[in-house]
């Protein structure tokens, strides 16, 4: 069955402590993995679409990274305002047509 | 701004009820995808269409249908509504058959039943 897996479910950071958020995935077809910002109440904005292993996308503080089974997150040095859920997604051809699978998301909560 | 609106913001319904919730596309893009997330999850895809067809679905019931129309624009459309129902449901648009194809998502309506 085709599962997204992120950990870890919280993360709390101070200002500038780097960190990285963990996405597995299995699934078959993978035709690429994306990663989401989600604000409160709002819908996901997207950030990275990464395809095959050893790729890297990079986009001011964050680095998103991708091997056969997991792809991280890198944040460096963060600040208030990166303060959201992060959702990483795998999409996967099923039955002829390209489906997006999102794991639960990384609650991220940057302090001064 | 991703150029894809829903409406309305929010709807407060009554079990047993009907809900319509609308979506207009971002410009240039024939593919609609719509979600529902509930609290603290990720979204889960309920059906994309394609062309004014559906051509994919997710693990959700028959009371949950769409309709997508000429200029783009589509619907969510749910019967019988229950307690479990209650979410943020999103939609999102983009170019089919675009290999590693991007989707951008709208606002999403908060849909609450009592």
């Known amino acids: 069955e085709d599962q997204v897996t992120q950990s870890p479910e919280a993360l709390r950071l101070q200002e500038g402590e780097s960190s990285s958020l963990n996405c597995s995935y299995t699934?078959?077809?993978?035709?690429?993995l994306f990663w989401y910002r989600q604000d409160p109440g709002k819908g996901p904005e997207f950030l990275f679409t990464?395809?095959?292993a050893g790729e890297e996308k990079e986009k001011e503080r964050l680095k998103a990274t991708l091997t056969k089974k997991e792809s991280f997150l890198h944040i460096t040095a963060p600040k208030p305002e990166d303060s959201a859920t992060y959702l990483c997604a795998v999409q996967a051809l099923s039955g002829g047509y390209n489906k997006l699978i999102f794991g639960a998301g990384t609650r991220l909560a940057v302090h001064p | 701004e991703t150029g894809v609106t829903q409406s309305p913001t929010h709807l407060i319904k009554t079990r047993g009820q009907q809900v319509t919730l609308r979506c207009s596309s971002q410009?240039?893009?024939?593919?609609v995808s719509w979600y529902q997330q509930a609290l603290g999850q990720g979204p889960q895809f309920i059906f994309q269409?394609?062309?004014?067809?559906?051509?994919g679905r997710g693990n959700f019931p028959p009371r949950f249908s769409g309709l997508q129309f000429p200029n783009y624009s589509s619907e969510l459309n749910v019967n019988a509504l229950e307690l479990d129902d209650s979410a943020l449901y999103l939609c999102?648009?983009?170019?089919?058959?675009?290999?590693?194809?991007?989707?951008?998502f709208g606002p999403g309506t908060r849909l609450t039943v009592t």
């Open positions: 699934v078959s077809g993978l035709r690429g």
């Open positions: 410009s240039g893009h024939n593919t």
């Open positions: 999102a648009s983009s170019t089919f058959g675009q290999v590693g194809y991007e989707q951008y």
């Open positions: 990464l395809y095959s």
């Open positions: 269409y394609y062309r004014e067809e559906e051509n």
